[in-house]
């Protein structure tokens, strides 16, 4: 059976109406009412908005030209939100953009519809799920990553990649070079991958190098990364231990509940206005 992950989506609405608890889960949000005032006395106010809306304070954001009335749920990660657009030039008030709200999807683990961001943020608490991500869609993640870590980082062409997956610059100029090992559990990273990347930095003229594998490396291959220090080469080990680390970098907006059937991914935020 084919992993599936869960993830947030806009969906379009009629009308957006902010309720006292959350539709998916039942969190209680705080809330407060208040009066319309004039742009002026709300400019510098990002805690306030005109009603009759129920609006929460720490989820209110203003942008320039447009007020968002936006509200998350802290446990699930539902959200709504509505873009409204005030021009006191042409309109005595706001002209009403298109509401939204999450409704919670279903995606394969390699379905490029998933954002980096949205598949690195799901592997932090579920890491079993990377046993089902292809080898490329594995490289892609890798890159990523060594992008948010302050990297250069670009992604070689699978059929030229001249013995590197990735290669990271900075200030311009090629500095490393990174190897991405897609393995089951069980089958571990050998000394002879090792040999095998020398020789491509020796290529690409870089000293400094890395394997990042999903599973983990054998005591000769962790040997012989030690002793090529020797001959000037900084070879860096990161095993699937490692890689989830890494993943610290990745904080998406997801749903959070414990366990999501496949029967709940389409269309679900379903809940009574009453919800306790």
């Not at 989820?59 to 968002?68: D, I, P, Q, T, V």
């Not at 030039?89 to 009403?96: R, S």
């Not at 496949?262 to 009574?272: C, G, H, K, V």
Request: charged share 25%; aromatic share 12%; with cysteine.
């Amino acid at each position: 059976m084919t992993e599936q992950l869960f993830v947030w989506r806009d969906k379009e609405e009629s009308a957006l109406q902010l309720k006292k608890h959350c539709p998916f889960c039942g969190r209680h949000f705080p809330e407060y009412w208040v009066q319309l005032e004039s742009l002026d006395e709300r400019r510098n106010r990002r805690d306030e908005a005109s009603g009759p809306y129920v609006v929460f304070p720490a989820m209110l954001s203003r942008y320039e030209g447009e007020y968002a009335y936006r509200l998350s749920c802290q446990r699930c990660g539902y959200y709504a939100y509505e873009l409204n657009h005030y021009d006191w030039n042409k309109y005595a008030g706001p002209v009403w953009g298109t509401p939204y709200q999450a409704t919670l999807r279903a995606f394969d683990a390699n379905d490029t519809s998933v954002e980096l961001e949205e598949l690195g943020t799901y592997l932090k608490e579920r890491h079993k799920l990377l046993s089902a991500i292809g080898w490329r869609r594995f490289e892609e993640l890798v890159c990523d990553i060594f992008k948010h870590h302050g990297w250069d980082a670009q992604l070689t062409l699978p059929s030229k990649d001249g013995g590197a997956d990735v290669i990271l610059f900075q200030n311009g100029e090629r500095t490393a070079i990174v190897e991405c090992k897609k393995y089951s559990s069980r089958r571990k990273v050998g000394v002879g991958m090792v040999r095998q990347l020398v020789g491509a930095s020796v290529r690409f003229d870089v000293r400094n190098a890395h394997i990042v594998t999903s599973s983990s490396f054998t005591s000769g291959a962790e040997k012989a990364a030690r002793d090529y220090v020797d001959d000037g080469f900084t070879i860096d080990l990161h095993a699937a231990s490692d890689l989830f680390q890494l993943l610290a970098v990745y904080n998406a907006n997801l749903p959070r509940l414990p366990e999501i059937s496949a029967a709940d991914a389409y269309d679900l935020w379903p809940t009574s206005s009453d919800r306790r």
